[in-house]
């Protein structure tokens, strides 16, 4: 059963007698862990009777409210609409709730909605690697870091922070390296860097104008920006504060500096939009390049005249080039396609048919507000 069919059998009336509970908890600025945990002892007096003491018992205090006293499900809905902040905090209560907050399927939701759009297949290889051979004191070593990681770190429970709850001769246990919360703290944590391209690179520039280029990303949580590092890693060309919107996920597991194998030229037909990768020489890596397929030069574009589609040369156009200008337009051949330019032009590479609209739309977002000479 989904989470909002879980949550709806509870009733309005539960969640909103929950809800004002729970405020009025935090109102009075109680800790968390006096929230949750039940006393593990009474208190014990000691009363002078003559010579003898007796040790008496108090009459047991009115226990205070706990979470681990809701049924598992009501449990169970409430851990799934706190935010990660939220479930770092609550795993610092207790052995019980460490537990259950550190579930993949807790922290599966939050690393695709965050994540999901710029982590492909190569980011969470390299990231699974990265989390298996780092130390985590390393990881971790950021105590005058602010905002969200700084809490994450101030309420970090599965190494050297033991609720009271757990009897001391119990040994905590760290965080699996291999858990989705490992891979999600290490991600928000910008203390590596992982692979994904990039729109418009270096600020928007001109010559980048509606390309998408490989670079290594790291994240700074306090700005919620990252920083790139474009190929050949030798001309350490950065690029500071690049929002999300410029991300995306490499769509191919085509290195930067390997030709495409493509597989759609017979295909091609005017109105089409592709991605093609482009160089400028030999000694750089390629780039995606936003074009459109056009007509052959003697075509007028009347669809039921048009025979362009049975042609061995394709024209692809970049439209963000004013007619003329030397870039507008390229043709490759169809049946012999293979790497085509020469040092003035640059070198076209492997082509990739656009199929979805959100492909396209993205795209035609990124145009740049005049055409470029």
């Given at each position: 059963m989904s989470t909002e069919g879980r949550m709806s059998l509870l009733g309005p009336r539960f969640w909103g007698d929950f809800s004002s509970f729970f405020v009025s908890w935090f109102n009075k600025g109680r800790l968390v862990v006096s929230l949750f945990q039940v006393p593990m002892k009474m208190p014990l007096k000691k009363v002078s009777l003559g010579s003898r003491v007796q040790e008496i018992v108090e009459e047991e205090e009115e226990e205070e409210p706990s979470l681990l006293d809701l049924p598992e499900l009501a449990l169970e809905c409430i851990l799934e609409r706190l935010s990660p902040a939220g479930l770092c905090s609550m795993a610092g209560v207790c052995s019980s709730l460490r537990d259950r907050c550190r579930s993949d399927h807790l922290w599966e939701r939050h690393l695709t909605q965050k994540w999901g759009r710029v982590i492909g297949e190569s980011a969470h290889k390299k990231l699974q690697w990265h989390i298996a051979s780092s130390r985590r004191p390393s990881l971790l070593d950021r105590r005058n870091q602010k905002g969200f990681i700084?809490?994450?770190?101030?309420?970090?429970?599965?190494?050297?922070?033991?609720?009271?709850?757990?009897?001391?001769?119990?040994?905590?246990?760290?965080?699996?390296?291999?858990?989705?919360?490992?891979?999600?703290l290490s991600l928000e944590s910008g203390k590596f860097s992982?692979?994904?391209?990039?729109?418009?690179?270096?600020?928007?520039?001109?010559?980048?104008?509606?390309?998408?280029?490989?670079?290594?990303?790291?994240?700074?949580?306090?700005?919620?920006?990252?920083?790139?590092?474009?190929?050949?890693?030798?001309?350490?060309?950065?690029?500071?504060?690049?929002?999300?919107?410029?991300?995306?996920?490499?769509?191919?597991?085509?290195?930067?500096?390997?030709?495409?194998?493509t597989d759609c030229l017979n295909d091609l037909k005017p109105g089409d939009h592709i991605e093609i990768q482009?160089?400028?020489?030999?000694?750089?890596?390629?780039?995606?390049?936003?074009?459109?397929?056009?007509?052959?030069?003697?075509c007028d574009g009347n669809e039921n005249r048009c025979r362009c589609?049975?042609?061995?040369?394709?024209?692809?156009?970049?439209?963000?080039?004013?007619?003329?200008?030397?870039?507008?337009?390229?043709?490759?051949?169809?049946?012999?396609?293979?790497?085509?330019?020469?040092?003035?032009?640059?070198?076209?590479?492997?082509?990739?048919?656009?199929?979805?609209?959100?492909?396209i739309s993205k795209w035609k977002q990124l145009w740049p507000n005049q055409i470029i000479d």
């Open positions: 700084g809490s994450l770190i101030s309420t970090w429970p599965f190494c050297w922070f033991k609720p009271k709850c757990e009897s001391r001769r119990k040994p905590t246990t760290c965080l699996p390296v291999d858990s989705i919360m490992a891979l999600y992982f692979p994904a391209q990039v729109y418009n690179r270096e600020n928007g520039h001109v010559g980048f104008m509606l390309s998408c280029y490989d670079a290594q990303l790291s994240y700074d949580s306090k700005t919620d920006t990252f920083q790139a590092r474009y190929p050949p890693f030798a001309r350490q060309t950065i690029e500071q504060s690049i929002h999300w919107e410029r991300l995306r996920a490499p769509p191919v597991d085509t290195p930067a500096h390997v030709l495409h194998a482009w160089r400028r020489s030999k000694e750089f890596h390629y780039g995606w390049w936003y074009a459109v397929v056009g007509h052959q030069e003697l589609q049975h042609n061995d040369a394709v024209v692809l156009e970049f439209r963000q080039y004013t007619p003329g200008s030397r870039w507008r337009q390229t043709m490759i051949s169809r049946k012999d396609h293979r790497e085509e330019g020469n040092e003035a032009d640059g070198f076209y590479g492997g082509i990739r048919k656009l199929y979805k609209a959100e492909e």
